[in-house]
């Protein structure tokens, strides 16, 4: 595998793979300049930790969940075959501004003819908030969404107005004490589905901090 080239600013970067299979792999704030309309696309939201202390990010307050490793996570999913859009996101910026930037990219996306089921929009702890609101705001059925680690047992109070649309794939951890989304999407008829599914990694809220295959394989698989 060769590293062909990286785009300040953007963090772009382009991975080509064996002479048999060539994958154009991005990472960055921004849309990729080339893209086919069956590329597969992640809007990576993270955790609120990265927006307090940046990126490998350490809370003090739990050590051994070690750094959260943002940058890593982003190269994780890439190699997975997406073009990933993640922006590192400000103190004392309100989550509309994020929204509003999603889904600005997501319309530009479907206007260029992508598909939007090749579309996930993807919310880690405090980043499944801006998730929640561009569903609501794109209203589309086809869009894929995964939220990790976000709920609280009244966590359902705060989103009741909202309408959410697409599919939407829960993820938690037996040892975390964030616990099941399930009083936030279901009964929702405006839902094209709704699944959760629950990790044993003895890892606590940490699990999301990397990019572990126990939850990165069932995000490329949600289909």
């Not at 992640?42 to 943002?70: D, K, R």
Request: charged share 20%.
């Amino acid at each position: 595998m060769q590293l062909i080239l990286y785009y300040p600013m953007r963090l772009a970067l382009i991975l080509l793979l064996t002479s048999t299979e060539v994958v154009a792999q991005t990472v960055g704030i921004y849309l990729p300049d080339k893209f086919s309309r069956t590329d597969r696309f992640i809007f990576y939201q993270h955790g609120g930790v990265v927006t307090i202390l940046g990126n490998n990010a350490v809370n003090q307050s739990v050590p051994e969940w070690g750094p959260y490793e943002y940058l890593n996570i982003l190269d994780s999913l890439s190699k997975r075959g997406f073009h990933v859009i993640s922006e590192n996101r400000k103190p004392d910026i309100d989550d509309s501004v994020y929204v509003n930037r999603v889904v600005s990219q997501i319309d530009s996306l479907l206007r260029k003819n992508v598909k939007a089921e090749n579309i996930l929009v993807l919310g880690a702890s405090a980043g499944w908030n801006i998730t929640l609101h561009v569903s609501a705001r794109l209203q589309n059925k086809s869009i894929r969404y995964v939220v990790m680690g976000g709920c609280w047992p009244d966590t359902y109070k705060e989103y009741q107005h909202l309408t959410l649309y697409g599919h939407f794939l829960s993820i938690i951890e037996s040892t975390d004490p964030h616990g099941t989304c399930g009083s936030i999407f279901t009964g929702r008829k405006t839902l094209a589905t709704y699944k959760e599914i629950k990790l044993n990694t003895g890892r606590s809220h940490g699990f999301i901090y990397k990019g572990y295959r126990e939850w990165i394989d069932p995000v490329v698989d949600w289909r």
